[in-house]
């Protein structure tokens, strides 16, 4: 069964370092997302991305993140300077358009900033 | 804005039945989704609900009331591996896009022996 894909399954960084989470979407897929969850708490939006652009994004994706998708399969998720609070799980999701319209969620990255 | 309630933890016995409740407010609704999280790991999907009624899917049924803004996830026969947390999720439309979910805090459901 196909699955979203995503590296690496742990990030540790300092303060003030960038960061990239990769993701591989299910291959049909046409929408994609990002959420976070911070330790015991709930899982957040983040962005959508469809035919290369942003389509929405919370506040909380202020203009230190950025979304790419660089080649035909990958779907990243910078952040330019890490905070202390940017600590968290982030999990990719896609889904393909339709009346259902389900998003599959990746295993997850869990980044550390220290 | 949205809002999204579900109790914080539910604890049942094996092979019985549990009926977690959610209750939302939110503009523009667009669907409602039951996700399992088990510790650590990536929701799972479990059912969708967009029309007033019942849902059921083997074990696991799910029920939704747009004019109450209601739903409940029923699961059966409850097995050990049942215990994970059990997200409910609204999708509304925003900004002429209809795909944000917005999440629930999350039942930690508990299955003892």
């Known amino acids: 069964e196909p699955e979203v894909t995503q590296t690496p399954s742990h990030q540790v960084t300092q303060m003030g370092q960038e960061v990239i989470l990769r993701c591989v979407p299910i291959?049909?897929?046409?929408?994609f997302y990002w959420y976070r969850q911070i330790l015991g708490q709930k899982v957040e939006f983040l962005v959508s991305?469809?035919?290369?652009?942003?389509?929405?994004k919370s506040e909380i994706f202020d203009d230190q993140f950025s979304v790419e998708r660089p080649d035909g399969s990958n779907f990243t998720l910078k952040i330019r300077s890490t905070k202390l609070e940017d600590s968290a799980m982030y999990f990719c999701?896609?889904?393909?358009?339709?009346?259902?319209?389900?998003?599959?969620f990746g295993p997850g990255t869990r980044l550390t900033v220290l | 804005g949205q809002n999204i309630d579900q109790p914080t933890e539910m604890t049942a016995t094996e092979g019985a039945i549990v009926q977690i409740n959610c209750t939302y407010q939110?503009?523009?609704?667009?669907?409602l989704f039951w996700y399992q999280q088990h510790a650590g790991e990536a929701p799972t999907f479990l059912s969708y609900?967009?029309?007033?009624g019942l849902e059921e899917k083997g074990r696991f049924s799910s029920f939704l009331s747009r004019s109450k803004g209601y739903s409940y996830l029923l699961l059966k026969e409850l097995q050990m591996k049942d215990s994970a947390s059990y997200l409910c999720?609204?999708?509304?439309?925003?900004?002429?896009?209809?795909?944000?979910?917005?999440f629930g805090s999350g039942t930690q459901l508990t299955v003892l022996p």
């Open positions: 609900n967009v029309l007033d």
């Open positions: 291959s049909n897929h046409l929408y």
């Open positions: 991305f469809y035919n290369n652009e942003i389509s929405e």
């Open positions: 999720a609204v999708r509304h439309i925003s900004s002429g896009s209809a795909r944000q979910l917005t």
């Open positions: 939110t503009s523009g609704f667009n669907g």
């Open positions: 999701a896609s889904s393909e358009p339709g009346a259902v319209d389900t998003q599959y």
